[in-house]
């Protein structure tokens, strides 16, 4: 199945900042629609009541340098 991107953005926030958009992707999700948006782009997407919920804490290790990363993921799949 051929993905399709409908939006993404990537930025650099503090632990504050990321709080509070967590906080209102809740509320959002808990209404049933999502608003997302960014400086240039927006999206609407309508989420069911019962959708699959997923989260995914990654660590990745360079094998060149050793240097660690680490990826915490939250993901919400469903079907239309």
């Given at each position: 199945?051929?993905e399709e991107v409908l939006f993404k ?72």
């Amino acid at each position: 199945m051929p993905e399709e991107v409908l939006f993404k953005t990537e930025e650099v926030r503090s632990r504050t900042e990321i709080a509070d958009a967590l906080v209102e992707a809740a509320e959002q999700i808990e209404d049933g629609t999502v608003k997302l948006d960014s400086p240039t782009d927006d999206y609407r997407a309508e989420v069911p009541y019962e959708a699959r919920f997923e989260v995914e804490l990654e660590r990745l290790t360079d094998s060149e340098t050793g240097e660690q990363r680490y990826e915490l993921e939250y993901e919400i799949r469903w079907t239309e």
